[in-house]
């Protein structure tokens, strides 16, 4: 197998190559042109994230099977194009974690400590012993907003530090939480009672300006803030007026909501904001770690075994896809209805599928139901092929029904997600339209496609008019709306609004202060 090697990855990975007999071209500061010229004799390619994986240069690379992202990030690869030319794309996660892991930690100390500033004082001449006084983290209580992997790792870390930690994550286990030693509290309780609070969450519609200004209002004068994870998920300039009155003592950034960041950004004239690169990743040991993983990968694929971390879809007979494509459109919007609904943790994922579709290999529509469901949480890096991986490895239990018994449809997919309160949702496709038709008891019929709001109501007059009259307000055209009683007159019910623009949470939060409206949840399907 003929490797070219197109952004610099460790010489370990390279010589563990070349040992296991794949021939490896390094061609680190080539061109796009020159990429475009010379890929057709390749049949695999690593690159970071220098390289654009683009259209041209994958359609140009008749003999390409394979390629690998040394890092995790695949938004330099046209995965689409990928895909459709039935290339596996491997990525490398969790090789850069510890890593992330100890920036977050360096951040905290500088912070605390004052040590960037410090530092600029001393080398510009100043002996300024009193202006840098710090504060001990022993005993002091860190928010840990996502424990995932690095949020983990930083809990782990911070333990030996002797301070109190508390956790946000709304899809993780107590016990997860419990085994490094952190508290699982609501967002709300961990900004009044951090000192320090560090994001380690994706950036996703949820996550986007999760810390606003809101938020900074709940936290402790005092505050520190870290953000190594993504730009964007602390809002900028709310962070800024939270600095600027006081309410936060310091805050460390590694992202940044444009990167580079303009030099104007007001963020970096200010004296208590600690920033870097974007270098989280940046250690020879995550180079290295994600280099090996790749090699390894490589390798593996050349002895014509499976790959571990592909993050694309595996090719099957085109007529089988054809068929399964509405459906797994279905299911993954499914999922997605589903998790936004349940804002929670949730074990199982139970999909029956009945009729015509129960004949099939449904692999492909479940692991649709499951990305659905774990982009919602992980970000778009989720996909048909890591979903399942990632399910397992997050102890998700999952239970696939098949029965050809079916009334009314001729296939019917249901699905059920929960831990305790579960939710369940029915649908199917006509032709290539998927339709779902029950939300609990619910019957609904709609084609999920666009801005939908979800919410349970009472049943009596005026309810419907008022959120009418709130939309029209806002200026958000409602352009369809259904009620599905269940169980005549009265009761609760439950109304579905398509929306022609998503509703900001402000306007989401007067639907819910309206008389008669219960929640509301939205979701872009
Ligand atoms: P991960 O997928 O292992 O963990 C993310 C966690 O966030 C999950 O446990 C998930 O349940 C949780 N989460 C999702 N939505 C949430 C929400 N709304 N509220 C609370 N928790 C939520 O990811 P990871 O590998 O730990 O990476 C975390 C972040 O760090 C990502 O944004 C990643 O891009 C970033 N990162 C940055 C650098 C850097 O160079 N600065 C390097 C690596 C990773």
Excluded at 135 to 140: F, P, T
Excluded at 158 to 168: G, H, K, Q, S, T
Excluded at 203 to 219: H, P, R, V, Y
């Amino acid at each position: 197998m003929k490797v070219l090697v197109a952004d610099p990855i460790s010489e370990e990975a390279i010589d563990l190559m070349r040992k296991e007999g794949l021939e490896v071209d390094v061609k680190t500061d080539i061109s796009h042109e020159e990429l475009v010229k010379i890929i057709p004799e390749y049949d695999a390619l690593i690159v970071r994230s220098r390289t654009k994986v683009t259209k041209e240069v994958i359609e140009a690379g008749k003999m390409l099977k394979i390629i690998g992202r040394a890092g995790v990030g695949v938004d330099n690869i046209d995965l689409k194009t990928a895909t459709e030319k039935g290339i596996i794309v491997v990525n490398a996660p969790g090789g850069n974690t510890i890593s992330a892991a100890e920036l977050t930690l360096g951040l905290m100390f500088a912070i605390a400590r004052k040590i960037p500033q410090a530092d600029r004082s001393v080398k510009e001449g100043r002996w300024e012993r009193k202006k840098f006084m710090g504060v001990e983290l022993r005993g002091k209580t860190i928010g840990i907003i996502g424990l995932g992997r690095i949020g983990y790792e930083v809990a782990k870390r911070v333990r030996a530090l002797e301070m109190n930690i508390l956790a946000y994550d709304p899809y993780v286990s107590e016990e997860r939480a419990k085994s490094v030693g952190a508290k699982l509290v609501s967002l709300e309780e961990l900004l009044r009672n951090s000192d320090i609070i560090t994001i380690h969450v994706p950036k996703t519609k949820e996550t986007e300006n999760l810390i606003s200004e809101k938020e900074f209002e709940m936290m402790k004068d005092g505050v520190f803030i870290i953000n190594a994870a993504r730009g964007g998920i602390v809002n900028e300039k709310a962070l800024y007026e939270a600095i600027v009155k006081g309410k936060v003592a310091g805050a460390a950034l590694d992202v940044y909501e444009k990167e580079p960041p303009d030099p104007d950004n007001p963020l970096l004239k200010l004296d208590n904001v600690v920033t870097t690169p974007h270098i989280g990743a940046s250690t020879k040991e995550a180079q290295l770690s994600v280099g090996m993983i790749i090699a390894e990968e490589f390798i593996n694929f050349a002895k014509g075994l499976p790959v571990k971390n592909a993050v694309n879809l595996p090719r099957v007979g085109p007529e089988e896809y054809q068929f399964l494509l509405p459906f797994m459109e279905l299911a993954e919007k499914m999922g997605k209805i589903a998790v936004a609904r349940l804002k929670g943790q949730f074990k199982l994922v139970r999909i029956t599928y009945r009729g015509a579709i129960a004949k099939k290999n449904t692999e492909l529509v479940t692991r649709a139901l499951l990305k659905g469901i774990l982009s919602y949480i992980l970000g778009e890096s989720v996909n048909l092929v890591s979903a399942l991986p990632i399910a397992r490895d997050r102890g998700i239990v999952i239970e696939e029904a098949k029965t050809e018994d079916v009334e009314h449809y001729e296939s019917l997919v249901e699905v059920t997600v929960g831990d305790g309160k579960e939710i369940y949702l029915a649908g199917t496709c006509f032709g290539d339209e998927p339709r779902i038709l029950m939300i609990d008891k619910y019957k609904v019929d709609f084609v999920p496609r666009g801005h939908y709001i979800i919410s349970l109501h009472e049943d009596k007059p005026g309810v419907i008019g008022r959120v009418g009259t709130l939309f029209g307000q806002h200026n958000i055209n409602i352009a369809g709306m259904i009620v599905g009683r269940y169980g005549g007159r009265g009761g609760i019910q439950l109304m579905l609004l398509l929306v022609d623009d998503p509703p900001s949470d402000d306007v989401l939060r007067k639907m819910v202060e309206l008389d008669g409206i219960l929640d509301a949840t939205y979701v872009y399907l």
